[in-house]
């Protein structure tokens, strides 16, 4: 029966003895656990076949097939199913989405073509870094064309011309991209992973190209001029965050151009702006909905700016 519940499942956990506490605390890790079967095995010549007593086995049908576990606590097997019940190299599908997303599991992720000669050798590269990290990053190597792939590279902004590329998805907090420079090497990523880890890296924020012609009522700001055009100058600045797919954007829009208009002449010490959202990042800016208007005073630009909540 044992065998049989390990080869019907792609992942397993079972809990060999009959501790009456570790089963509560395993029980604790089981109820809160949607994602594969738990199950507990108090006989002994079963446990003689599998492992030895009081301990937590792993099964899995990929990489090492096989991790235990002694420390029978609830946060410790919740560590534990963090660190081991993924694949070493993931593809990134829903599951990884799940896991790096849902549960705030930071990744570094190697964007590269499924159709590339060097898929095979990326695939080597990143299971032996996979090795070197133990645990620290979750480890993905992904196409960008079809489903969870190519929202997710939407999402970081990884275009076609960018690939191979490596990145860091860090989602601990509020979501930071680190992008590699450099060859792609086992040495050149566990050496960014370091940097990252040192606190030594800048986060990489998305930035449209700068508008050649620019001349309207609303200035357009996007990632790379933010600071030029909004922080680092005496006027003030009223900034409209929007989203192109956003209806009341839309609705919004001609009447911010029309207050852009009005205000123009009357005060020329007053910047009105819009900034795509979807397209650009502003560091220290976390846009939770569309559209989002905020005012930064001339004066007190090293103050965090005011944010309008009206009609």
Known sequence: EGEKFQKDN?????YF???KTDI??????????EDFPFAVV??????????KPRTVVLFKNFDEKKQELTEVKEKAIEQFIDKYSAPK???FDEKAAQIIFGKALPAIMLYASEKSEKWGEYEKLMRSVSDKLNGKLKVVLTDIKEGMAARLAEYIGVKDSDLPSVRIADTRTDLKKYNMEGEITEQNILKFVEDWENKKLKPHLKSAEEPKENKGD???VVGITFERDVIKNDKDVMLLFYAPWCGHCKALHPKYEEVAKKLKEKNPKLVMAKIDATENEVESVNISGFPTVKFYPGNKKDKAPLDYNGD
């Open 17 to 19: 003895g009959t501790d």
């Open 24 to 33: 509560e605390e395993f029980t604790k890790v089981a109820r809160k656990n």
């Open 10 to 14: 792609d992942v397993v956990l079972l």
């Open 42 to 51: 108090q006989s002994e010549e079963v446990t003689k076949k599998f492992t």
């Open 89 to 91: 190299v993931m593809k």
């Open 218 to 220: 609303v200035l357009i």
